[in-house]
């Protein structure tokens, strides 16, 4: 079967997604949780600003299926959990997809799939897990007509800088995004990096393959959305972003202004005054 179908869902009429990622609840970390302890009303939230797609878990994506209409936002099914993201690494580390992961995307008809492809220092098990799932998901994927999205994700050490930092090392995260496209990507979720005008060596890397970037952290409105228009000017097909909209004061005018840059081409002093309600 194709996926095209589900592509067309994915992405909107400029060929551009906007996905809302509140899937951190899947990975056991308390700090993960703030503003989506209630996913019911997060999700009604951000449903009712209107992003292309909302990123979920298998036990939540009830919550986004449940409103009635058409116009929602697609699904993104996260596949995988692992323990990976607090300070300290624990003494047996994981990244494990559920079982049937694939009917259970069609099932809750979702456009697409997520997967991790983890890369951290000195830790080649649990990357060679990742390769594994990325391709026991990929037959599966091609069998349904499935889209795959894998996340290529660089991670310092957490000795280092604590849980869930990114590499933004340009030389780092490119190799990635590759090795992420020749095992069978339709879709990449991957890092920034430190010098967000060199970003387009990664979208060439990818070789035709959409490149969704992710947002990480909170950050300042000033900082995200300067970030964001030149992502997008460095041929970026998208963001995937988190906390940067749900943990938002307004995750409905973060939402309206993140949504201009990636379809419109918006530019930053128009995203601010939108956040600054002046739109």
Same mark, same amino acid.
């Given at each position: 079967?194709?996926?095209?179908?589900?592509?067309?869902?994915?992405?909107?009429?400029?060929?551009?997604?906007?996905?809302?990622?509140?899937?951190?609840?899947?990975?056991?970390?308390?700090?993960?949780?703030a503003?989506?302890?209630?996913?019911?009303q997060?999700?009604?939230?951000? !449903?009712?600003?209107?992003?292309?797609? *909302?990123?979920?878990? &298998?036990? %939540? +994506?009830?919550? /986004?299926?449940n409103?009635?209409? =058409?116009?929602k936002?697609?699904?993104?099914l996260?596949?995988?959990?692992?323990?990976?993201?607090?300070?300290?690494l624990?003494?047996?580390?994981?990244?494990?997809?559920?079982?049937?992961?694939?009917?259970?995307?069609?099932?809750?008809?979702?456009?697409?799939?997520?997967?991790?492809?983890?890369?951290?220092?000195?830790?080649?098990?649990?990357?060679?897990?990742?390769?594994?799932?990325?391709?026991?998901?990929?037959?599966?994927?091609?069998?349904?007509?499935?889209?795959?999205?894998?996340?290529?994700?660089?991670?310092?050490?957490?000795?280092?800088?604590?849980?869930?930092? !990114?590499?933004?090392?340009?030389?780092? *995260?490119?190799?990635? &995004?590759? %090795? +992420?496209?020749? /095992?069978?990507?339709?879709?990449? =979720?991957?890092?920034?990096?430190?010098?967000?005008?060199?970003?387009?060596?990664?979208?060439?890397?990818?070789?035709?393959?959409?490149?969704?970037?992710?947002?990480?952290?909170?950050?300042?409105?000033?900082?995200?959305?300067?970030?964001?228009?030149?992502?997008?000017?460095?041929?970026?097909?998208?963001?995937?972003?988190?906390?940067?909209?749900?943990?938002?004061?307004?995750?409905?005018?973060?939402?309206k202004?993140?949504?201009?840059?990636?379809?419109?081409?918006?530019?930053?002093?128009?995203?601010?005054?939108?956040?600054?309600?002046?739109?």
């Open positions: 079967m194709s996926h095209k179908a589900r592509m067309n869902r994915m992405f909107g009429k400029t060929g551009k997604c906007f996905d809302v990622a509140v899937d951190h609840g899947f990975f056991n970390e308390y700090s993960f949780l503003s989506i302890e209630n996913m019911e997060a999700i009604a939230t951000i !449903v009712g600003a209107g992003p292309d797609c *909302i990123q979920l878990s &298998v036990g %939540q +994506a009830k919550h /986004l299926q409103v009635p209409g =058409k116009e936002p697609g699904l993104v996260r596949t995988d959990a692992a323990n990976i993201y607090g300070s300290t624990p003494h047996y580390l994981f990244s494990e997809i559920i079982d049937n992961a694939i009917e259970h995307a069609v099932r809750l008809d979702a456009v697409a799939v997520c997967v991790n492809l983890l890369l951290l220092p000195n830790q080649p098990e649990l990357h060679y897990q990742c390769v594994k799932n990325v391709m026991k998901l990929k037959s599966d994927c091609e069998k349904y007509g499935m889209v795959l999205m894998v996340e290529p994700l660089v991670m310092l050490p957490n000795e280092a800088k604590g849980g869930y930092m !990114v590499d933004g090392d340009i030389q780092k *995260i490119m190799p990635l &995004v590759r %090795q +992420a496209v020749e /095992l069978g990507a339709d879709v990449i =979720k991957a890092d920034p990096c430190d010098n967000v005008d060199e970003y387009h060596r990664v979208v060439e890397v990818a070789g035709g393959v959409p490149v969704l970037v992710r947002g990480g952290g909170r950050a300042s409105d000033e900082e995200i959305v300067h970030r964001t228009v030149k992502l997008m000017e460095q041929g970026a097909a998208g963001i995937v972003y988190g906390r940067n909209v749900i943990q938002h004061p307004h995750p409905d005018r973060m939402t202004a993140l949504m201009r840059i990636v379809h419109e081409g918006a530019s930053a002093e128009t995203a601010l005054a939108i956040l600054g309600g002046e739109a």
